[in-house]
């Protein structure tokens, strides 16, 4: 079946530039979450929805940062003026039910966004 | 501080050699601890959840088990194909977020 899916796969860019994120959770999971995983760090929270909307904003980075999803589906992660340190793997991760206490997310295989 | 602390960052075993990877936790109000494998180029995979002290999940070679302070995932006779990165998450509070560790590199020879 048909898992999370996120495009593009890879994103090089300049710096200043704006990019955008789309990430296809699986059919039906209301819950979906926004990570970020630098080299040699962990997976870094930034936003979770439920439905279309973000109870949850607290680990965007900052207002560079936003994102949205739309007919509680497709989600898109926009970074204006993009930064060097913005360089890393942005996954996307949905879920079933909301909030989820069972901790089964299933995760897309990322956008890797490099900013040169 | 980090609230979920991983050892070793790296491990490297021969096959069938068993050993343990640690997860700390220093978060208050503990919902669930989870791990999860994580191969090169792919997203994180979900494994276990544990909810409370001294549960113990299993699967395959893999064994989950919880304390108040820490979770310990036991491999038992690895495979090379056991080789990936182990992450271990916790939910606390009212939070949405599984907030996760830095992760163990396992690699396991033949």
């Known amino acids: 079946g048909a898992g999370v899916s996120q495009s593009p796969s890879n994103k090089v860019t300049e710096k200043g530039k704006d990019v955008e994120l789309r990430c296809d959770p699986i059919?039906?999971?209301?819950?979906l979450y926004w990570y970020r995983q630098s080299l040699g760090q962990g997976l870094e929270f930034l936003i979770y929805?439920?439905?279309?909307?973000?109870?949850?904003k607290s680990g965007l980075p900052s207002d560079r940062f936003s994102a949205e999803r739309t007919g509680g589906s497709v989600s898109t992660l926009t970074i204006q003026r993009t930064q060097q340190e913005d360089s890393a793997v942005y996954l996307c991760?949905?879920?079933?039910?909301?909030?989820?206490?069972?901790?089964?997310?299933?995760f897309g295989e990322g956008s890797r966004l490099t900013v040169l | 501080e980090d609230q979920v602390t991983q050892s070793p960052e790296a491990l490297r075993l021969q096959e069938g050699e068993s050993s343990s990877l640690n997860c700390s936790y220093t978060?208050?109000?503990?919902?669930?601890l989870f791990w999860y494998r994580q191969d090169p180029g792919k997203g994180p995979e979900f494994l276990f959840t544990?909810?409370?002290a001294g549960e113990e999940k299993e699967k395959e070679r893999l064994k989950a088990t919880l304390t108040k302070k820490e979770s310990f995932l036991h491999i038992t006779a690895p495979k090379p194909e056991d080789s990936a990165t182990y992450l271990c998450?916790?939910?606390f509070g009212s939070g949405y977020a599984l907030n996760f560790g830095k992760g163990t590199s396992l690699l396991v020879t033949p």
């Open positions: 991760a949905s879920s079933l039910v909301p909030r989820p206490n069972t901790g089964e997310l299933f």
């Open positions: 059919s039906g999971h209301t819950a």
């Open positions: 929805f439920q439905g279309n909307s973000a109870p949850d």
């Open positions: 978060v208050s109000g503990l919902r669930g």
């Open positions: 544990l909810y409370s």
């Open positions: 998450a916790v939910q």
